[in-house]
């Protein structure tokens, strides 16, 4: 039963992870086929919980059975982002929103969008956008704030 219950909570995970642009009840069927797998190939003298080892296995199912079938999700994300570019409603909310950020938010925003920043992972393109504001002048208290003021944007657009 706990084995459910982490299968569930695994492919939760997952659908939010990819922004719920996976069906979620399929994501759930194919949990618990890769529960049902990760339990018979869990080996008790491995010192690994069993919910530990199944909550990898359903992961891992997960992430190879979607990024086939989306192609890494890229064709999916090129679409949604298409779409977000042809629609003038979402463009003036997003411009009157950047016209309301501070000044170092505005150049964090600038520096992402004009493909300055070459990181792929997200804690190193976050230090390197700290590290261009720092050179440009900006002290750290006010990148700080720059950074909590993008956060509580993108979570109030969730």
């Known amino acids: 039963m706990q084995c459910l219950k982490t299968a569930r909570q695994a492919s939760y995970q997952f659908c939010k ?3 719920f642009k996976i069906d979620y009840k399929e994501a759930i069927a194919e949990a618990h086929l890769a529960m049902c797998e990760a339990e018979l190939t869990y080996k008790e003298d491995k010192a690994r919980k069993k919910e530990s080892w199944v909550s990898y296995k359903v992961h891992q199912e997960l ?3 979607f990024k086939e079938e989306h192609n890494d999700l890229a064709e999916f994300e090129e679409e949604i982002a298409i ?3 042809t629609n003038p409603e979402k463009l003036l909310m997003m411009s009157e929103a950047f016209d309301s950020f501070s000044t170092a938010a505005k150049e964090a925003v600038e520096l992402v969008l004009t493909g300055e920043i070459e ?3 997200k804690n190193a393109a976050k230090k390197e956008i700290k ?3 720092r050179n440009k002048g900006y002290s750290w208290n006010k990148i700080q704030k720059a950074f909590t003021e993008l956060k509580t944007y993108a979570n109030s657009l969730a």
């Open 17 to 19: 992870r990819n922004g």
């Open 63 to 65: 992430n190879k059975k």
């Open 83 to 85: 779409t977000n570019k």
């Open 119 to 121: 990181s792929n992972g």
């Open 131 to 133: 590290q261009v504001l």
